[in-house]
């Protein structure tokens, strides 16, 4: 398996690349987030790799961070997901987004990707809960909430009352950021009774 490659950047045509190494040209695919950090044609070029082989075919996929190249992995084990699909979520949401969308499973920032419609958008909310734990610079609080510390004490008050992770965090998305605690938490049980 291919797990990086470091050479010379010879073409850029999105979303593909060409970099050569050793004498021999890789054509790589990129997420447009990595694809606008490239240096300069005739530059050397640094990439994080997945290598698929397949009956029409080999690919290679390239990332800017391990975390990028981490994330398409998760992506494309979900059934219906293909490589491409993967490469359009990471091209139109930066990691720490689609992180914060997961974790308040809000769909409305996936559906503005192209190609993804609702049902795609909530098997993925779905199926990526709990993968973004693991990676590192990824500060578990700003997955949870995306509050300050007051907004983690509301949540494990909520979570505390019964209340699963998903309504609590709906219920916390009108919330200030400086909101004390014990108004949060009233607030947001007032959201939950109109739910």
């Keep these: 398996m291919i797990g990086r490659i470091s050479g010379i950047l010879l073409e ?31 530059e050397k070029v640094k990439l994080h790799t997945h290598f698929v082989v397949r009956e029409d075919g080999h690919f290679l996929y390239g990332f800017a961070t391990s975390e990028e190249r981490a994330v ?11 490589a491409r699909m993967a490469l359009a979520v990471l091209s139109g949401l930066p990691i720490s987004e689609l992180a914060q969308a997961v974790a308040l499973q809000e769909t409305g920032r996936l559906v503005k990707i192209p190609g993804i419609g609702k049902k795609t958008a909530e098997r993925l909310l779905l199926e990526l809960r709990g993968k973004f734990d693991a990676l590192p610079g990824m500060p578990q609080q700003a997955l949870r909430s995306g509050a300050s510390a007051p907004g983690g004490d509301i949540l494990d008050a909520l979570l505390a009352l019964g209340y699963n992770e998903r309504e609590a965090l709906a219920a916390m998305k009108g919330l200030a950021d400086d909101v004390e605690v014990a108004e949060g938490i009233r607030l947001a049980l007032r959201q939950l009774a109109r739910a």
């Excluded at 050569?20 to 997420?31: L, R």
């Excluded at 998760?74 to 059934?79: C, T």
């Design 12 to 42: 850029k045509k999105p979303p593909q690349i060409l970099v050569e190494t050793g004498g021999i040209g890789y054509e790589i695919d990129v997420p447009m987030s990595t694809f606008c950090d490239l240096p300069a044609c005739g």
């Design 72 to 82: 398409f992995r998760q992506l494309i084990r979900i059934s219906g997901i293909g």
